[in-house]
């Protein structure tokens, strides 16, 4: 029996019969005798950046980790350090079993460098321990960039023990990138897999040959569905997800004024007194202020429009926002919108009005900067 072929790029397997299925590829591209095949998905995301989607839903997903509790192995935890909350997999302690997972903080080129790295470890193994991971050990990284990833391949030698490795996250975390930088430091060779902006490139389960007769694993990303990256479009999504160092923006607000994210979400200034609030969004995100009392009627006129993502063309279609009412209560605060940001309160006293469209995560934690 033929082994079966599977996509460079996103490790479905290939199939020649249906177009809308996952891994399929044109015969000719088959009859060419490549060594490395890549399905039609992957190659309209590489050379068009479109993406097509996929019927695989979360139950696929939670299948294929299931094999990791299944055998001795690392697990190496990729979640965005932009988007920490909302990248994390509340499930993975059972998923790992008693298996080490060593905890990775990406995209970490995209903080402020006055960041204190240090204390950013520290504040990644509080908050990994209060949402109830005990890792092996913390790591801060860019895939994109390079960016520690000396230090984060060494640590994996080290904790892995000769054993299999595997690589797991939510969508859009960046560990494709993340993988693809590992394969360029050992091997010379780059953009192996197919990395995108979208949720769910990652299609099965890509296996890489390590020394000792070991393989790396890169699993799908299991799909946050309270991120704001699932409610808009693919344009869109563009302007929200930072691709460089995010420039901090404070606006100092009395009582009754309200800020805009674009149209995706809305932060209402209650109580509390003249104070300074800094924000943490992607720097091509639009922040609009305005009073409180003139926020819906604008928010009718102008969504799509002045208050932009969603665009135009799918403002009809966006969810409306739902209030939710918030106290500052300790000092260095944030009110992070998971998948798009966040606001820092430095003082307690504030009281607020959130808005975000039902399902995307609002809450509040201790101050990540």
């Not at 460079?8 to 490549?34: F, N, T």
């Not at 240090?118 to 193994?125: A, D, G, N, S, T």
Request: with cysteine; aromatic share 8%; proline share 6%.
């Amino acid at each position: 029996m033929e082994p079966q072929l599977r996509c460079i790029g996103c490790g479905a397997a290939i199939q020649v019969e249906d177009p809308k299925k996952a891994g399929y590829a044109p015969k000719s591209v088959l009859e060419k005798e490549a060594e490395e095949i890549i399905c039609q998905r992957c190659f309209r995301l590489k050379h068009y950046n479109e993406v097509q989607d996929v019927p695989l839903d979360d139950h696929d997903f939670l299948q294929m980790l299931h094999r990791i509790g299944e055998s001795k192995a690392l697990v190496v935890y990729i979640v965005d350090i932009f988007d920490f909350n909302g990248s994390w997999i509340p499930g993975l302690p059972r998923f790992a079993a008693d298996n080490p997972i060593l905890l990775v903080g990406n995209k970490a080129d995209l903080l402020p460098r006055s960041v204190n790295y240090p204390k950013l470890l520290q504040w990644m193994r509080r908050m990994a321990e209060e949402l109830g991971l005990r890792p092996i050990d913390v790591r801060l990284a860019s895939a994109a960039k390079g960016i520690g990833m000396a230090g984060v391949i060494e640590a994996i030698d080290r904790y892995r023990e000769d054993g299999d490795v595997y690589v797991v996250g939510c969508t859009n975390v960046g560990k494709s990138t993340f993988i693809n930088r590992i394969i360029e430091e050992a091997t010379g060779k780059g953009n192996v897999i197919t990395t995108s902006y979208f949720p769910g490139t990652t299609l099965d389960m890509i296996e890489i040959p390590l020394e000792g007769g070991a393989s790396l694993y890169d699993t799908p990303g299991i799909i946050n569905h309270h991120q704001m990256a699932h409610f808009v479009d693919a344009r869109d999504l563009k302007i929200i997800t930072p691709k460089r160092e995010i420039h901090p923006r404070v606006y100092q607000l009395n009582e009754g004024q309200t800020l805009f994210f674009g149209g995706l979400a809305r932060l209402d200034y209650v109580k509390g007194g003249r104070r300074p609030f800094v924000c943490y969004v992607a720097n091509d995100l639009t922040i609009h202020r305005t009073k409180r009392e003139k926020a819906d009627s604008l928010y009718a006129n102008q969504l799509g429009n002045l208050l932009a993502p969603p665009s135009k063309r799918y403002a009809d279609e966006f969810p409306p926002l739902v209030p939710r009412t918030l106290s500052v209560k300790e000092r260095k605060t944030d009110i992070v919108f998971s998948g798009l940001g966040w606001v820092t309160c430095n003082d307690p006293g504030a009281q607020l009005v959130v808005h975000a469209p039902k399902g995307v995560d609002v809450f509040i934690r201790q101050s990540l900067i």
